[in-house]
């Protein structure tokens, strides 16, 4: 007779209720009735089938259960991951990330642009021309596949220090998509020090998705996002983001936060830019990729931060059962990704569906990449090199990955951030473990947070059915 496994699960409770998180498949179930006696009787090894569901409601639940992944057959593979299944053939492009510039207006001590996080040397300042950006968005369409839905992301240095050349490439790759059938959706990240109202406009007429990179408070933002001179640029920036919110009302606009060990305050932070900026919403990035440096959050930092996140978190949770939504955008990428049961077998889009441009044309596995040497992916001239992207995908696949191979967390994170481990470790291939357990603690905190939603007002989840909080 068959022999019935439990396959690896966390379980927690949200007040009265019990749930699991299936580890491999990555999913929340309830855990009540003959689901909760199932696998109960198979905690303490596998059972038979017989002595597991005598009843039709018992095999219903056995059924489930192994729909879900929750067990197998004794003996039988761990469930394998999506992309294991298939040879790795390059998937289809949906994003392509064009650093129109590397030069930037601010000298900000942590950007990884110009400061020790860089993977050279400084390059001498480049900016992307028409025809170079034409051939990005070219690449993306030919590479394209089925995906019918693409987007293109503006980055740099400081974007819009070449605004004349994003605004031509817009008008151009909305007419090529259009030639195609397809449909492309642009985002824009800036420091909003070249903010004008014909900008703020162009960008509301345009439904470019905005996000502005932006500290917290002047005494926070000051600390380091500097001009060359030291000056800060806080009393910059305020009253231009302030004339971008006010004319620009159909898109939500976000702020990134960089977070150093120097201003790690993310109550204060949200505080500003939510209640009294007006953001719809706040990421906060912490500095984490280089050790030694005195503003890279490390050790003690990590436990700070999770305090804080975790505060914010119980907002967030009141907030939504209350059926508002607290912009903290951190949590609401980790719920969304709970809720649509999301198990990568890489970190994230950089190689798969995403590649970054280089103001020069070279293709990089993702902006932080693009035009660093050995990381280049062919050229936006000459063509994506497909022969490195398969390369990318084996080594980069967590099957490979021994160390992150049984963590618990390994279908959410699956490694970190590539970038990351380059500059930390020399190896973008290996596993960022300096935040392996701040990373399972979050997600713990993550779970728990989702579940008491699911609870208290599970309408609220339904907003991640489709992709992003809006
Ligand atoms: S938390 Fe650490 S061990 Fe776990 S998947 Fe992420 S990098 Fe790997
Ligand atoms: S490698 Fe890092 S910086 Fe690049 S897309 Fe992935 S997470 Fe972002």
Known sequence: MTLVRANELRRFNAGEREFAFLVPSSIVVELDGEVRSILDRLSD???????????KEAIEALRELASLGAVSRDGAPDVPLAELASPPVPPPLSTIVLNVTNSCNLSCRYCYEYGEDRLESPAAPQIMDEETARRAVDTLIAESGHNRRLQVTFFGGETLLNFKVIRPTVEYARRRAAEEGKFI?????????????????WLADNRIGVTVSIDGPRDVQDSMRVFGRGLGSYDVVAPRIKELLSIYKTRPIGARVTLTAKTIDVPRIFHHLIDEMGFYEVGFAPVTSSSGLDYAID???????????????????????????????NLSDVLGEIHK??????????????LGVAPGGEIGLCHRFAGSGDHDFGDVHTGVDSAKRSEHLVKGHLDHRTDCRTCWVRSLCSGGCYHEAQVRYGDRFRP??????WIRAWTSLALEAYTRILVGNPAFLERFDERKVA
Do not use: M, W
């Open 341 to 354: 049961g999301v198990s990568k077998a890489y970190p994230c889009g950089a190689g798969l569906g995403l």
């Open 185 to 201: 959706d642009f985002s824009l990240t800036t420091n909003a020090t070249l903010l004008t109202r014909e900008i703020s406009q």
């Open 432 to 437: 960022n473990l300096h935040y392996c357990d």
């Open 45 to 55: 090894g596998p059972k038979h089938v017989g002595e597991l569901a005598s009843s």
């Open 299 to 329: 050790g003690e930092g990590f436990d700070i931060l999770l305090a804080q996140f975790a505060d914010l978190a119980e907002r967030y949770v009141d907030a939504a059962i209350d059926g508002r939504y607290l912009g903290f955008s």
